[in-house]
């Protein structure tokens, strides 16, 4: 399926053009465009792709908004999935497909997406990593749908189309926290220099001479006295500063979204191992804790959450086990 989002006045040039694709085509409005969606009833074979794509970006760039490629383009090996629902798992990266602080996704992954995929399970990332980061992993372990998340949900990948990426977040009021925090008594809070540079939000390094809970003070104390509202989560290293309602369930329902405009039902699965995954199990119906998660975390986790025994790759290898014979 093509979602196109198109300028009203380029919708009925691009409808003639792809009429050539053998497909249902209809058109939904939305604010100020079209959803002009070509939904074929089996997958698009490749040389029908290409046909797809040149046809579309033979209309001016400037009418088109986004062109989004959803659900696989490839025959799925393994069972069908008769029920019509669509089930798409969002993993967080590190400490949930990588070992401990090393940055490279385990060996034995591959092997686990390939049995998720032969039971129509859609793969997707969302990581508190940069952008191009994530869009590099995505291409890598060819994931598609190619949709994901960065910095924790402040930047949404569309990892095809022409606009890869886009910030729904805004780093104005975690910028003004960072200098509210220095003036009121935390002169040498400092971000992490790991992170690298941030575009939606602010990363302090977690270290003794910056107390959580004085932290969380100087929250209420900006939000009352300059009018600065925002959201803190943890992570084991650093805390984690974003505008309000920012965050992966943010994320994960942007990408939904193009799902519900379809009426496509949704299982949405998810597994993390911090503070900063809470908000995306919340909004999922298969939630999965990792056992390599601080015991703060377990402590805390939203209702609902499977708290896995299996550490890092055994607990991706414990989530496989539980989607497909459960």
């Known amino acids: 399926m093509f979602i196109i989002e198109v300028k009203h006045k380029a919708k009925d040039i691009l409808y003639k053009k792809i009429k050539k694709i053998p497909a249902i085509l209809y058109?939904?409005?939305?604010?100020?465009?079209?959803?002009?969606?070509?939904q074929t009833s089996s997958p698009l074979q490749?040389?029908?792709?290409?046909?797809?794509?040149?046809?579309?970006?033979?209309?001016?760039?400037?009418?088109?908004?986004?062109?989004?490629?959803?659900?696989?383009?490839?025959?799925?090996?393994?069972k069908?999935?008769?029920?019509?629902?669509?089930?798409?798992?969002f993993f967080d990266i590190d400490k949930t497909l990588t070992f401990g602080s090393?940055?490279?996704?385990?060996?034995?992954?591959?092997?686990?997406?390939?049995?998720?995929?032969?039971?129509?399970?859609?793969?997707?990332?969302?990581?508190?990593?940069?952008?191009?980061?994530?869009?590099?992993?995505?291409e890598k372990y060819e994931l598609d749908p190619p949709y994901g998340a960065a910095e924790n949900g402040g930047i949404v990948i569309w990892g095809s189309g022409l606009k890869h990426w886009e910030e729904i977040g805004d780093i104005s009021n975690p910028l003004r926290f960072f200098e509210f925090i220095h003036k009121n008594g935390l002169k040498h809070a400092r971000q992490d220099p790991r992170q690298m540079h941030r575009l939606t939000e602010i990363v302090i390094l977690k270290e003794p001479h910056v107390p959580r809970d004085y932290?969380?003070?100087?929250?209420?104390?900006?939000?009352?006295?300059?009018?600065i509202d925002v959201s803190i989560l943890e992570s084991p290293r650093a805390f984690h500063?974003?505008?309000?309602?920012?965050?992966?369930?943010?994320?994960?329902?942007?990408?939904?979204?193009?799902?519900?405009?379809?009426?496509?039902?949704?299982?949405?699965?998810?597994?993390?191992?911090?503070?900063?995954?809470?908000?995306?199990?919340?909004?999922?119906?298969?939630?999965?804790?990792?056992?390599?998660?601080?015991q703060y975390v377990k402590a805390n986790v939203p209702k609902g959450v499977k708290i896995l025994r299996g550490k890092y790759i055994d607990g991706v290898r414990q989530i496989l086990a539980d989607l497909v014979f459960n």
Not at 49 to 68: A, T, Y
Not at 269 to 285: C, N, R, T, V, W
């Open 80 to 89: 069908t999935n008769d029920n019509k629902i669509f089930k798409f798992c």
């Open 241 to 294: 500063v974003t505008a309000i309602g920012i965050h992966k369930g943010t994320a994960i329902n942007q990408i939904m979204d193009l799902y519900r405009k379809v009426g496509k039902s949704q299982e949405i699965i998810s597994a993390g191992d911090s503070e900063l995954d809470f908000p995306m199990f919340k909004i999922s119906h298969k939630k999965y804790l990792m056992g390599n998660a601080e």
């Open 27 to 38: 058109v939904e409005k939305v604010k100020g465009h079209d959803l002009l969606i070509a």
């Open 215 to 227: 932290l969380l003070r100087l929250q209420k104390l900006a939000h009352t006295q300059e009018n």
């Open 102 to 138: 090393t940055r490279f996704l385990d060996k034995d992954i591959d092997e686990i997406f390939y049995r998720m995929r032969q039971n129509q399970i859609s793969i997707h990332f969302v990581s508190g990593r940069a952008w191009y980061d994530v869009k590099a992993l995505t």
């Open 46 to 78: 490749q040389q029908e792709i290409i046909i797809m794509e040149s046809l579309i970006f033979k209309v001016s760039e400037n009418d088109i908004i986004n062109v989004h490629s959803i659900f696989p383009n490839k025959p799925l090996e393994g």
